[in-house]
């Protein structure tokens, strides 16, 4: 049985003169985690992208939402690839340079963000309040049922009179929990600018597991391939379905022969 993107890799990848591999971390590369900092990739992901990175027709991204050097450490390639951390606020390049966009954000906005993690304190959330470049989670997979029910219910109240008093912040849920994140965060608008700079002829495509990686499908559909990496079908702007880690190996692997001759 022919793979599902075996047309994509006839049409385009073989014979395209430079690609761009886009790859989520977590749920893709990686299984997901109730320990995020023990999210390791699987059995076979480090040699696959070691040759990926050698290969000088291919630009290889790493895409998280966790903040680049988590993505770097993990990852455990030297020279590690090109990382985008933080849905694309950050990158990380394999020369090791290191660049973080512009914050366009009031200082409202940012005052309101500080004033959301003494509210979570105070409904006693700290523990599993976590904060970084690009707004604050309540992580709650990994919850008993009703303290997640709980959890959500309570960070939900705190964010979201603040998500509608500030156009630059938005509320989002997703399988790990609650965020308020800043609109910025996006890796659409990261996928949106990586198309706008390469050349028309160069082939993309994009492989991620998460609802935040729906926004780059969305971008890339009628530009490149997109790849939802789930076990469970759902509804999704991708266009194809690979299951992990087998078919995400197997896809990898297509990639490394898909070589022009």
Not at 36 to 60: D, M, Q
Not at 238 to 250: G, K, T, W
Request: with cysteine; charged share 30%; hydrophobic share 40%.
């Amino acid at each position: 049985m022919e793979p599902k993107y075996q047309n994509w890799f006839l049409k385009d990848f073989s014979n395209a003169a430079q690609r761009v591999l886009l790859l989520d971390y977590g749920g893709t590369l990686a299984p997901r985690s109730l320990h995020p900092k023990s999210a390791f990739p699987y059995a076979g992901i480090r040699e696959r992208l070691r040759c990926i990175s050698r290969e000088p027709r291919t630009r290889l991204i790493t895409v998280s939402s966790r903040p680049g050097y988590e993505v770097k450490a993990l990852l455990g390639i030297d020279p590690a690839p090109e990382i985008w951390g933080s849905d694309g606020l950050e990158r990380i390049y394999p020369n090791g340079r290191y660049e973080c966009d512009e914050l366009d954000v009031p200082v409202e906005s940012l005052k309101a963000l500080e004033g959301c993690e003494a509210a979570l304190r105070n409904a006693g959330l700290a523990r599993i309040t976590e904060t970084g470049l690009r707004g604050i989670l309540v992580r709650c997979n990994g919850l008993m049922e009703a303290e997640g029910f709980e959890s959500r219910t309570k960070a939900y109240q705190v964010f979201e009179s603040v998500a509608a008093a500030h156009e630059k912040l938005r509320l989002v849920e997703s399988e790990e929990g609650v965020e308020l994140r800043l609109r910025c965060a996006n890796k659409g608008n990261a996928v949106r600018r990586l198309v706008e700079y390469v050349q028309p002829d160069v082939s993309i495509a994009y492989l991620g597991d998460n609802l935040s990686d729906e926004d780059a499908f969305r971008v890339l559909n009628g530009r490149g391939l997109t790849v939802l990496v789930s076990s469970v079908p759902r509804f999704t702007a991708a266009q194809i379905n690979l299951r992990p880690p087998d078919e995400v190996i197997s896809f990898l692997d297509d990639w490394i022969r898909a070589r022009r001759l």
